[in-house]
């Protein structure tokens, strides 16, 4: 089990008694004159305990010196108002900066955030675990907007954001950019023994380029102990990536901005699990009716005369201009070497104007649309 930091505040009350009385009678005890001291301690302890602080941020439970001593901003209080929810929140403009997380959640914003930053950046983040039984550390995206890339198969080349577990490890996330709020990741670690995790940053100036606007993030930073059961609620099956829970919700890929201009990056390799609620028998995926036809794809789609806009880089371009050409499964490893969306046991929904609905088992899905995303006329919606 993990050490449990106590945090101790000393409350002392002070009783002062003076004794003012002289007494004349021979044989006076001089130790009457003296005034006496009774002093009564209360000690207050709590556990350094994740709090609630304000603005819907979270912090450690510390006294307000030592939150001050630790680099800490006061949000709120805890334990009863004994101590202080001490939020831990870098900023930093440094143009080749180091910063070090070792604390159970911190946050990592722009600088001058909320307000979008224009200057160039270069910076290392270490996440540094607290001690041997952090496995994992969650990254939430509360807020994240970048450059998606100077063409629609150029992503990530002015701004970047690339993420690694303990000892280098690649996470099959490739570099992340663009519009990403509301996202999350797991980066697996093996505790205060196996190393940090690290987070490298690197934005390009505004001041040159087609750039659309300044870059902005505010990304929450958890690490999670597998041995303490408040933690387990947030932990990931291993081999996870992301980890969705709930009835519905929404899956997309990073960079993903729903209106055609960029696109996932490559070389992307990842695992994005779901918890299976207990009343579940199936999980059932369509294309979000939010976004437009021909907005989703995987893989180089075709037929390929559709997407006649794939090279302009005007911001105009088609989806479904991956480099890999789309699969549909087969049992020749080449054919599994392009693009494709893995749904283990998924059975694909086929209808048509005027014939039967029909139903394919498979496993390996791209191209544009989902599943049921062909509406009953028989065209492709995309």
């Not at 979270?58 to 929810?85: H, M, N, P």
């Not at 080449?334 to 998924?346: A, C, F, Q």
Request: aromatic share 8%.
């Amino acid at each position: 089990t993990g050490i449990m930091q106590l945090q101790t505040i000393f409350i002392v009350c002070f009783l002062l008694t003076i004794s003012a009385a002289r007494h004349k009678a021979a044989g006076e005890n001089k130790e009457d004159r003296r005034g006496k001291f009774f002093g009564i301690f209360n000690i207050v302890s709590f556990p350094n305990d994740v709090c609630n602080g304000t603005d819907d941020m979270q912090g450690v439970c510390l006294s307000s010196r030592e939150c001050s001593d630790k680099g800490g901003e006061i949000s709120g209080t805890c334990a009863a108002g004994f101590g202080t929810c001490c939020a831990f929140i870098s900023r930093s403009d440094s143009m080749m900066g180091m910063i070090t997380f070792d604390t159970k959640v911190a946050y990592l914003q722009n600088p001058n955030y909320p307000q979008d930053h224009d200057d160039a950046l270069m910076q290392t983040i270490q996440l540094v675990p607290i001690n041997e039984n952090i496995c994992q550390i969650r990254l939430d995206f509360l807020e994240f907007q970048t450059d998606g890339g100077s063409a629609i198969d150029k992503q990530c080349d002015r701004d970047m954001f690339r993420v690694s577990g303990g000892g280098g490890l690649d996470l099959g996330v490739g570099d992340l950019c663009g519009k990403n709020t509301d996202q999350h990741l797991y980066v697996p670690v093996q505790g205060s023994r196996g190393g940090p995790a690290n987070i490298r940053v690197v934005t390009a100036a505004r001041r040159n380029g087609n750039f659309s606007q300044g870059f902005k993030w505010n990304i929450k930073v958890t690490q999670l102990d597998c041995t303490d059961p408040r933690d387990l609620p947030l932990i990931a099956p291993p081999g996870c990536t992301q980890y969705h829970k709930g009835q519905a919700g929404k899956i997309s890929s990073f960079n993903f901005d729903g209106q055609g201009q960029n696109q996932y990056g490559k070389n992307l390799k990842y695992t994005i699990c779901l918890e299976r609620p207990s009343t579940a028998c199936e999980v059932k995926y369509s294309r979000n009716s939010e976004i437009s036809a021909y907005s989703m794809s995987v893989g180089k789609a075709k037929p390929s005369e559709k997407y006649s806009k794939c090279e302009t880089g005007s911001g105009d371009s088609d989806n479904g201009c991956s480099v890999e050409e789309c699969i549909r499964g087969g049992v020749d490893p080449e054919k599994r070497s392009g693009d494709y969306l893995m749904i283990t046991g998924g059975v694909y929904t086929k209808t048509e104007k005027d014939k039967p609905v029909e139903h394919f088992r498979n496993d390996y899905f791209c191209g544009t649309g989902l599943g049921e995303d062909s509406v009953v006329d028989g065209t492709d919606n995309g």
